[in-house]
């Protein structure tokens, strides 16, 4: 059927709905009469829950399988004719066996339901940056939360033309069998292939598959880079705004960062915290020698545990209307949501995550197993909603980035803030990135893993070649960001966190903007510099210059023993991890005698 004039678009759709068989296929115009029908229609079902509209005005509730509640890095695959080109971090499997087995699954798995087709363009339509895909679902629930994460409708077919170049994405909930699910990706066809899944992270293809492990691979090829980073911009008094990127593992504070409250002392003085994007950074170099970047995303899907007034209220904010929870309690008394972390008041009368009734009563911190909302709970909410949005957020040119953070969760081994000595040192400094683990990825919690740049699971290629990818950028910025590494996790010995996090980190950062305006000065370690302890503002914290100097303490046996595993790391990547890493890995020995 001709759904649009493109023909690549209506010979892949047809092909599609001749393997999956619907009843009928309904092209995502965007318009917000068909969406309120689409809402209509999934609350009639049961798919969603409409929420008390005067306290939560536009919002949802939706339960996934049980079985269905995380990314599944294990059925993760990435597809490339051959196998050392997806590398040995990733999980491959060989295109056309892949393309064979999942056919089968996907053989009559819309009988009696309908293809949704959803143009989407991630970043603003018509931008440098943009790059547009087409996911055609069976959920009436990809389809809501795609209109909010993404830019969907009409205007994206326009945009597109008679090009080719879509990225293909097709999504089928089939029998949610867990042992049949895939999340699979083709790079070398611009295609996504998502089958047996329900949960967001899985199916919304244009999150992690599109914006990370597709354009990873486009911007390697294209002379870009898609990273998995936050983009904040602090505002000085005088109006003039610097924009940082970071990457950070799950739980390692990146919302919080990215939708920071300035602490009273800087906003006493008049400064200012803008939002630009919580998870996605696509980054390309300027006119002007600078790396610009934009958020491709349209909204947030972030995890609902544990955000609160304290926590992250410009969060708490932005899902108060047109939000879609996933996996929250629904308190019965008022018709809302609740998760654990949001107040001390867990309601009486409530039906948890699961759908079975609640009793707070036996919570127990513990046992995950007793939490009313799961603890990878989440919300999907547009970004428009949020308090703290950039007035750039939309702007198709990006911002300019003056410095580039990484930061994991460390007990001990990372002090709180360090620079890299230049841009390979930086490369270096990110590739060694190392956190511990949360209920983001399904697996163990509290071991520590490796995370280069926070793109571990997220990478569309060999990870060796993602560090010369990096290397080669280098040497293309003329006037790149300088590049540091934060721990916001350092603990003293009963275990308990020293350095108070949350909006106080924007201390460090108003640091880190000095280092890259020539400001301040800084002292030489074996791993890089670090601030003077007295050039951190502590005024209002209730931690001496003293405590500073013991959370910028490098300690050298400590870091002696980091090196075995850097090294072990490196050899699990394989033979194409770049000489230049190995070079500052041996220049950092010789440094720590």
């Known amino acids: 059927m001709a759904l649009t004039t493109n023909k690549y678009v209506n010979e ?20 917000k009469e068909q969406i309120d029908a689409l809402r209509d229609e999934a609350c009639s079902t049961g798919e969603i829950i409409k929420l008390n509209q005067e306290l939560l005005p536009d919002c949802y509730l939706h339960r996934t399988a ?7 890095e294990g059925r993760t695959f990435i597809c490339t004719s051959k196998k050392e080109d997806a590398g040995n971090i990733n999980n491959w499997m060989d295109p056309k066996e892949c393309y064979a087995k999942l056919t089968k699954l996907y053989t009559g798995s819309m009988k009696g339901r309908t293809m949704y087709v959803i143009p989407y363009s991630m970043s603003a339509v018509g931008s440098p940056f943009a790059k547009y895909g087409i996911e055609l679902t069976d959920s009436i629930y990809v389809v809501l939360n795609m209109v909010i994460m993404t830019r969907v409708g009409l205007d994206v077919l326009k945009a597109l033309g008679d090009d080719a170049g879509f990225i293909k994405g097709l999504h089928a909930k089939a029998d949610l069998d867990e042992e049949n699910r895939y999340i699979v ?16 992270g899985n199916v919304l293809l244009g999150k992690k598959c ?54 009273e002392i800087y906003k006493k003085k008049g400064y200012k915290a803008w939002c630009v994007g919580d998870d996605i950074a696509w980054l390309r170099v300027g006119d002007d020698g600078r790396l610009w970047a934009v958020n491709p995303e349209n909204g947030f899907f972030g995890v ?36 654990e972390g949001l107040d001390k008041n867990p309601p009486a009368n409530a039906i948890d995550w699961k759908g079975n009734k609640w009793d707070y009563t036996k919570y127990d911190k513990k046992d995950k197993s007793t939490c009313g909302a799961h603890p990878n709970s989440r919300f999907t909410a547009s970004a428009a909603n949020c308090p703290c949005l950039s007035s750039e957020f939309n702007n198709p040119a990006g911002v300019p980035i003056s410095a ?36 983001a990825a399904t697996g163990a919690v509290g071991g520590v893993r490796r995370d280069p740049m926070a793109m571990r699971p997220f990478t569309g290629y060999d990870m060796g070649d993602y560090f010369g990818h990096w290397l080669a950028m280098g040497k293309k910025i003329s006037n790149p960001p300088m590049i540091f590494n934060v721990n916001w996790f350092r603990t003293d010995d009963e275990g308990h966190f020293i350095w108070p996090g949350f909006g106080d980190n924007m201390r460090v950062v108003m640091w880190i903007l000095a280092r890259c305006a020539g400001e301040v000065d800084a002292v030489e370690t074996p791993i890089g510099f670090v601030p003077k302890a007295e050039d951190i503002e502590i005024d209002g914290l209730d ?14 046996a400590l870091w002696k023993e980091e090196l075995a595993g850097i090294d072990e790391f490196y050899k699990q990547i394989g033979d194409r991890v770049p000489k230049e890493l190995y070079d500052e890995l041996d220049a950092l020995k010789a440094r720590l005698g």
């Not at 759709?13 to 318009?31: F, N, Q, R, Y």
């Not at 049980?66 to 599944?72: G, H, L, M, Q």
């Not at 980073?229 to 940082?244: D, H, R, S, T, W």
């Not at 580039?404 to 390979?424: D, E, H, M, S």
């Open 12 to 31: 892949w759709v047809d092909e599609m709905a001749a393997m999956t068989k619907p009843d009928k296929i309904v092209l995502i115009d965007g318009s």
């Open 66 to 72: 049980v079985n269905d509640v995380a990314r599944v």
């Open 185 to 200: 990706h083709f790079p070398e066809d611009n295609t996504i292939w998502s089958v047996n899944s329900g949960y967001g």
């Open 210 to 263: 599109f914006a990370l492990r597709i354009a990873s691979y486009l911007g390697r090829k294209e002379g870009w880079m898609a990273e998995h980073m936050l983009i904040l911009g602090i505002e000085a008094p005088n109006g003039e705004v610097k924009y940082v990127t970071g990457a950070f593992p799950s739980a390692c504070g990146k919302t919080n960062l990215a939708m920071l409250i300035p602490p």
């Open 304 to 339: 609902a545990p544990g955000t609160n007034e304290q926590s992250n209220p410009n969060a708490l904010h932005t899902c108060m209307k047109n939000t879609i929870f996933t996996n929250v309690v629904h308190n019965l008394d008022n018709d809302t949501v609740w998760w």
């Open 404 to 439: 580039i953070i990484f930061g994991g969760r460390r007990a001990k081994t990372a002090p709180l803030v360090y620079q890299a000595r230049n841009w390979q040192h930086g490369v270096f400094v990110g590739s060694i990135m190392a956190s511990e683990t949360t209920a």
């Open 543 to 556: 931690i001496t210059v003293d405590t500073v100097r013991d959370l910028l303490d490098v300690d050298a």
